[in-house]
């Protein structure tokens, strides 16, 4: 059973990072920007994933794991800090955290 090329499969993995970059670069609330950092890796894991099963190997699903450790661990800092930013009552907002005080 014959399923989509992987010209599809990119179309999507470019349709999803766009998507994500578009809300880094827009958005300013910090889970905003987590969540559409979340949706660039998925946009470039499911092109490793296509690109890896279309050469026949798992080179491509073995460093796609490896990247969603990352994104894994990236994802819980991220939300540790902007638990202890809410909870020191700032503001937050993208552009006006440039640097953490203690």
């Known amino acids: 059973m014959l399923g989509p090329g992987v010209a599809w499969y990119l179309g999507v993995s470019a349709f999803l990072f766009s998507i994500g970059a578009l809300g880094v670069l827009l958005r300013r609330n910090p889970l905003i920007v987590l969540l559409s950092l979340e949706i ?24 796609a794991l490896a990247v969603m450790a990352v994104a894994a661990s990236e994802v819980c800092v991220g939300l540790g800090l902007v638990v202890a930013i809410h909870q020191r009552r700032l503001e937050l907002d993208v552009d006006r955290l440039s640097e953490l005080r203690g």
Request: glycine share 16%; no cysteine; aromatic share 8%.
């Open 40 to 63: 660039m890796l998925n946009g470039a894991n499911l092109a490793l994933i296509a690109f890896s099963r279309h050469a026949g190997n798992g080179a491509g699903q073995i460093f």
